[in-house]
């Protein structure tokens, strides 16, 4: 099976309810957002502010009444330059495209495995504006192998982790981390589907520049169509 015929099948989950937080929250209970340059309420508090953060996340699920904001893909976002670890002057190399799909919702969350596999590897990126601790489960779909990625989780999700453990899909495989430990956001799950990991071990970039941008479409899946969003 080549990749293109990989996500065909792949897509075809999305009308199966996979949920990878909290399988009792109803996708009704979800809620897009805009976290793009474009949504001017990112100039109204500080964005370099984890606590401005979560006020901001609070705020907008509570004046809809929803549990869980979600969104990101492909979203060119400003955020990033506060840190260092994604800054630069060439606006050509600056990491600023997000390539994964972020839940926002509580900290202690149950994050779950989103399809059959086994542990392939976890880290705590700690780089400031990182992912913090980080999860990555292999699978296989009819002999195609590939990967997702589970960041912002908290420490202690990484005590009980073996490498090659066997999981199953809606298996709680960690739980979400606060800011303290999360590389410094509001408490969020960054979910992504990759391809070719590429001889990555716990950690894969969520972020990239434009110049990188084509590569990374073509290596990663749009997670909203596969969770049915």
């Not at 400003?78 to 600023?96: A, C, K, L, Q, V």
């Not at 509580?106 to 059959?116: H, W």
């Not at 392939?120 to 009819?142: A, C, M, Q, R, W």
């Not at 799950?189 to 070719?196: A, R, S, T, V, Y």
Request: net charge negative; with cysteine.
């Amino acid at each position: 099976m080549n990749s293109k015929d990989f996500k065909t099948r792949l897509t075809a989950f999305g009308t199966q309810n996979i949920c990878v937080i909290d399988a009792s929250i109803s996708k009704s209970d979800y809620t897009p957002i805009d976290l793009s340059e474009a949504n001017t309420d990112l100039q109204n508090f500080d964005i370099s502010s984890s606590k401005d953060w979560d006020t901001y996340i609070t705020n907008y699920l509570n004046k809809r009444n929803k549990k869980v904001a979600f969104g990101g893909y492909l979203e060119k976002r400003g955020i990033y330059n506060r840190s260092d670890y994604f800054n630069n002057p060439n606006p050509e190399t600056e990491r600023n495209i997000h390539i994964g799909l972020d839940l926002w919702i509580a900290a202690g969350t149950s994050v779950l495995a989103a399809f059959n596999g086994e542990i392939h590897s976890f880290k705590d990126n700690t780089n400031y504006g990182d992912y913090g601790p980080t999860v990555i489960l292999k699978h296989e779909l009819d002999s195609f192998v590939f990967y997702t990625l589970y960041g912002h989780l908290s420490r202690e999700s990484l005590k009980r982790l073996k490498l090659g453990d066997k999981v199953k899909q809606g298996e709680t495989i960690a739980y979400l981390g606060a800011a303290e430990v999360n590389g410094d956001y509001a408490p969020h799950l960054h979910f992504q589907i990759i391809e070719d990991l590429q001889d990555n071990f716990g950690d894969y970039p969520g972020v990239c520049s434009i110049t990188d941008l084509e590569f990374y479409k073509k290596n990663t899946v749009n997670p909203e169509v596969i969770l049915g969003l």
